[in-house]
């Protein structure tokens, strides 16, 4: 069984947490997994479990840490917390925060020297964010996924910057992500072989269940194993 604790990632302006989840087999991939707007809470927990049940270092940076530490809620009760924190975050601090957690895990001994990212609504803008921006003595990560993030679209000119592979996972009846603005993103990666997109029959944030009236079950069982298997292609 995985192992899980709490690591201290420093950046220039202070410290966080990063939830922690270590495989049985060291050294190993790492990925890190960003959070949705519930915060790092029981849901990305679990995903960071089943990710070190597959063989991964996971690492799951709290990025509301300069505006709540530790800060999470369960399910849809908890979005009117997690949207007006989302206001206060500021992105322009946020890509050192990812790059700082990319640079602590290649620097544990857990880790095999890959990376890769994960991310989740909130969580995928800034998986996207992450592949456009870290970079660790001049190398970014080696694979990202990213799970409808709905920000991605005004930040479609760092697309040249995405130079590792990248799956996009969205629901085709997503209210905030509408048909038009996923196909910006298929258009901005036309000609990339390694970027791939799939939409599914859901709505937005499919894969939490931790949140009822969002989670589809079919969608989320198999928008995962192509998860898995998009990192066991570019990390193994």
């Not at 500021?90 to 620097?107: E, K, N, S």
Request: aromatic share 12%.
């Amino acid at each position: 069984m995985p192992s899980s604790h709490y690591e201290t990632i420093t950046t220039p302006d202070g410290t966080f947490d990063a939830f922690c989840a270590v495989p049985e087999a060291t050294p190993a991939p790492a990925v890190l997994i960003f959070q949705e707007v519930f915060g790092v809470n029981d849901n990305i927990r679990g995903l960071a479990v089943q990710l070190a049940e597959a063989g991964y270092l996971a690492l799951a940076p709290d990025v509301f840490w300069r505006i709540e530490p530790r800060f999470e809620r369960k399910d849809e009760s908890g979005l009117a917390d997690g949207f007006a924190h989302v206001q206060q975050l500021d992105f322009d601090l946020v890509p050192g925060d990812l790059t700082a957690t990319m640079a602590h895990a290649l620097g544990m001994p857990e880790c095999n020297g890959r990376v890769g990212g994960v991310g989740f609504c909130l969580g995928g803008t800034l998986a996207y964010l992450f592949a456009a921006t870290a970079r660790v003595d001049g190398r970014g990560p080696d694979a990202v996924v990213s799970y409808y993030g709905s920000a991605i679209n005004g930040m479609l000119d760092l697309a040249p910057r995405v130079e590792c592979p990248v799956l996009f996972h969205y629901g085709a009846d997503d209210p905030y992500i509408p048909a038009e603005k996923i196909d910006e993103v298929e258009q901005a990666f036309a000609g990339r072989s390694d970027v791939v997109l799939h939409r599914y029959a859901a709505g937005h944030a499919f894969s939490n269940w931790d949140a009822p009236s969002l989670y589809d079950e079919k969608a989320a069982r198999t928008a995962w194993p192509r998860t898995v298997d998009f990192l066991g292609e570019h990390l193994r």
